[in-house]
């Protein structure tokens, strides 16, 4: 297993921060972790919850919430590509907000995760 993190709220934002903004970070970055790994096993959007809580297990993390399991499948939709039409790509990450990562494939053909991590409130 190896480790992937970017970090957790508590150590990105300065203290005092409201909880609602730091329960975005969070779920944004569990479910790239955890949609990350499923990419590995081959699953999409349509994985079962069980699917989920083994990708999650194996990335050392417990059974994600419902409002995260709803943040790791959109991570797996359909990614958006450098030959998408900007309105495309303008309606994927401004519909992805607060917490939904959305998948981008590269020029190079690489894949990424495109993270919302929320500013400051």
């Known amino acids: 297993m190896s480790s992937i993190s ?3 709220a ?3 934002h300065p203290a ?3 909880g609602d903004v730091c329960r975005d970070h969070n779920r944004a970055a569990l479910a790239t972790v955890v949609a990350a790994e499923a990419r590995r096993r081959g699953h999409g959007p349509d994985l079962s ?3 989920i809580d083994e990708c999650a ?9 419902p409002t995260s399991r709803k943040a790791i499948r959109a ?11 900007p309105e495309t790509v303008a309606a994927a990450v401004f519909d992805a907000l607060p917490s939904n990562p959305v998948r981008v494939i590269g020029r190079d053909g ?3 995760f495109l993270v919302p991590l ?3 409130a």
């Open 57 to 65: 297990e194996s990335t050392g993390r417990k059974s994600p919430s």
């Open 110 to 112: 690489r894949e990424f």
């Open 10 to 12: 508590r150590h990105f």
């Open 16 to 18: 005092g921060t409201p």
């Open 118 to 120: 929320p500013a400051t």
């Open 75 to 85: 991570a797996l939709g359909p990614p958006i590509t450098p030959e998408d039409a």
């Open 6 to 8: 970017i970090g957790t």
């Open 49 to 51: 919850d069980e699917q």
